[in-house]
Structure formats: C-alpha cells, structure tokens
C-alpha cells in the first residue's frame, strides 16, 4: 500500500499524558498536513511542512502541541498534557508541490 | 478569514434521485476547489477538484461540480444516487495557484441513500 498511513489509529489517554501520533506520507510527497476533526466538522488545519521546514502553523496549534519532521519523510505530532478538549481524529495528508492532497486514516484520540 | 459554507447538513434521498450539495467560499483571490467524500469507516477521499479552465468538472463515480466565480460557489451534483454514495461530502479551498497549500474544509453534508 503507498497510501498515507498514521499509527497508531487509536489512542486513549488520561488527561494530563503526553501523547505522539506519527505519519508516513506517500514516499514522493515533500509536502505533509497536519489537521483535526471533531464530531460534525469538517478537517480544520493546524500545520504544515515542506520537506522538513515547518512553513505554517494555525492558532490552533497551541503551546502544548508540536509537530516535526526531522529527515523530511515521516513526521510525529506531540500533545503534551493532554486535555478532554483534545479529544479528536488527527489526520495527516501530503501532497507534491502543486497538487491534490492525499489523506491518510487519522489517529483518533480519546482523552478520559 | 477564509471560510467555507456547505448548506446542507444532512440529506435523505431515495436510489435515483438526483442530488445537489451546496458550497460557497468566502474568499475573492485565485482558488483551488476541491470536493471530498469520506465513506463509514474510511479515510478521506478526493472525488474531484478544480483548478482552472473548464468549471465544470467531472470526477469519479458519476459525479461532477460547477464552479460559478460570480458566486462563490461550486456545488456537486449527480444525476442518479445509488446506495453505495452514502457518505459525509466535504467541499474544501486552498488559495493560490499553488495546490500544495493548507486546506479550509466546509462543515460537511452526511448524505443518506434509501435503497
């Protein structure tokens, strides 16, 4: 399979813990999303990175959360001190330069 | 800030009839319009998008949207449902005429076919 894929698909945690979900985009993709969706919504951004430079992060993104992609292949999104609110699918998604966006499965986190 | 409405929430139509998915866009610059589906249990999946050119667009399994610039939308459409299209639709933007760029999702719409 030369989908996204993110590990692990599920995650339950208690409030407070820190919390790592990592992606692996589709090998050819410089370019790899970071966004969350909530019960009802649509997907809503939180960041971005184009080989291993992280271009764009939203005010979503606050200071507990960080995202990286140190050899510009996969990347991991850390939650630290996770609260209820967190609780959310993750989806990464990648791209080349100038086209469509290809998403993986997402990571959904429940924190208890 | 960048928005995107999808009108309908959820809608119930019988195998056959035809169906119309709103969606409107609030931003004026060059856009990119995409249309998303997401069947139950399964990830995103990109149904049809457009960049420029022709507005009307055909994507897979029958569907197809019209990008109408004077108004901000780009609406989906296909003749005849089947079951199988059960599913949440999600219309997304990104600006610019680079793709590549952070998507802006609608609320989605979560259709239900009736056999």
């Known amino acids: 399979d030369t989908g996204v894929s993110q590990n692990p698909r599920h995650k339950i945690t208690k409030r407070g813990q820190n919390v790592t979900f990592r992606c692996d985009p589709i090998s050819e993709h410089n370019r790899l999303y970071w966004y969350r969706q909530t019960l009802g919504q649509g997907p809503e951004f939180l960041t971005y990175f184009q080989n291993e430079a992280q271009l764009e992060k939203s005010r979503l993104l606050s200071d507990r959360f960080s995202a990286e992609r140190p050899k510009g292949s996969f990347s991991t999104l850390e939650i630290q001190r996770t609260e209820q609110g967190d609780s959310a699918m993750y989806l990464c998604?990648?791209?080349?330069?100038?086209?469509?966006?290809?998403f993986g499965p997402g990571t959904r986190l429940t924190v208890t | 800030a960048q928005s995107v409405s999808q009108h309908n929430h959820h809608v119930i139509l019988s195998e056959a009839a035809s169906l119309e998915l709103g969606c409107n866009y609030s931003y004026g610059g060059t856009v990119n319009l995409f249309w998303y589906v997401q069947y139950p249990g399964q990830h995103l999946q990109l149904l049809l998008k457009y960049f420029s050119g022709d507005p009307l667009v055909k994507g897979i399994k029958g569907f197809e949207a019209e990008f109408i610039k004077s108004k901000f939308s780009f609406n989906l459409r296909k003749p005849s449902v089947q079951w199988s299209d059960t599913a949440e639709y999600f219309c997304?933007?990104?600006?610019?005429?680079?793709?590549?760029?952070?998507?802006?999702f609608g609320g989605g719409t979560r259709l239900m076919v009736k056999p």
């Open positions: 997304a933007v990104n600006r610019g005429r680079n793709a590549g760029n952070m998507l802006t």
């Open positions: 998604a990648s791209s080349s330069q100038t086209y469509e966006q290809y």
